[in-house]
């Protein structure tokens, strides 16, 4: 059997809050798989949703860029140790040139061993190396993405949270000749920040696997025996708890924040027949700060050391 070990009995208990006896349970019974230990924590009915995004953030920064014509867009995540060192100029003047390394870089490469702007020859990696041993903490080049407008009536917008720890990119096309409208704009701008705010997965339910969709429903039947629901009752049930799980992690499901009482999808199709079109929301990137990186919590740490 896998090794249980405090680490992932902390990271379970970030995702679900289930009780510390009930995640070490959970991991003994899935040998040590977090994914499947989380699913058995739902099943057993113990908590009704567990978080997606793992582990606790760390600090850092994340960084967007847009080129004027709204063709192209950067997200960038640079991440430190403490909020203190990264809110220092190093620290900034850092990210400012990763942001320019990522725009001349390839889709997919690895920064780090890129040459770093103005450094003779050094690379990012190099100049990285420099920046911890004079802060004396960490410093990771975790991730970065490009979007770039798929045609010429598509728009990529950026929308960083104020303090900078949570990101998203949206590209979305509007009816030709519309791009530019002013409630166009004001449409992908305030997609974004339902992106920002309500998490969705996917734009809509047909990039959903049927795989994830399959896991879902064993989730609710799992529940549904631990309430003692009838089972010639479950099909039903089951039906419209999907349906509900569709407008959560879907963004054009979700009831929207800005507009209460209307969805994303009636937004957009409203939008359309005012500009004489179809408005589409074609992807995001979220990136939220430190996601699924393990931060460590000395209460917590005790609390799991004196359970094992």
């Known amino acids: 059997m896998a090794a249980i070990t405090s680490a992932l009995i902390k990271e379970l208990r970030e ?43 760390t600090e850092g920064e994340i960084r967007t860029f847009v080129t004027p014509d709204g063709a192209s867009a950067i997200i960038v995540e640079v991440n430190s140790q403490t909020d203190f060192v990264a809110r220092g100029d190093e620290f900034k003047r850092f990210v400012s040139d990763v942001i320019d390394v990522a725009k001349a870089a390839a889709d997919g490469a690895d920064l780090d061993g890129l040459e770093y702007p103005g450094a003779a020859g050094k690379t990012v990696a190099v100049m990285r190396n420099e920046l911890i041993a004079k802060t004396g903490e960490n410093t990771v080049l975790r991730r970065w993405a490009r979007v770039v407008s798929s045609s010429e009536n598509a728009l990529v917008h950026a929308y960083v949270h104020p303090g900078s720890k949570l990101a998203v990119l949206i590209e979305a096309s509007a009816p030709a000749g519309k791009k530019d409208a002013p409630e166009f704009l004001k449409f992908i701008d305030e997609c974004s920040m339902q992106i920002a705010a309500m998490s ?59 507009e209460a009482g209307a969805t994303i999808d009636k937004q957009r199709q409203l939008l359309g027949e005012k500009l004489g079109g179809e408005v589409i929301i074609l992807r995001f990137v979220r990136y939220s700060l430190g996601e699924g990186i393990e931060k460590k919590v000395e209460d917590l740490a005790a609390e799991v050391a004196k359970l094992m």
């Open 15 to 57: 995702r679900t809050q289930a009780g510390m006896s009930d995640c070490k349970g959970a991991l003994v019974e899935a040998d040590g798989n977090i994914d499947a230990a989380v699913e058995i924590i739902l099943k057993k009915g113990i908590v009704k949703a567990a978080s997606r995004a793992g582990r606790v953030a």
């Open 200 to 258: 969705p997965i996917v734009v809509n339910k047909n990039e959903l696997s049927q795989t994830d969709i399959d896991r879902q429903r064993e989730i609710f039947a799992a529940q549904l025996k631990e309430e003692g629901k009838p089972e010639a009752a479950w099909p039903k049930i089951i039906e419209g708890k999907v349906a509900k799980w569709y407008t959560e992690v879907t963004l054009l499901g979700q009831d929207a924040v800005i």
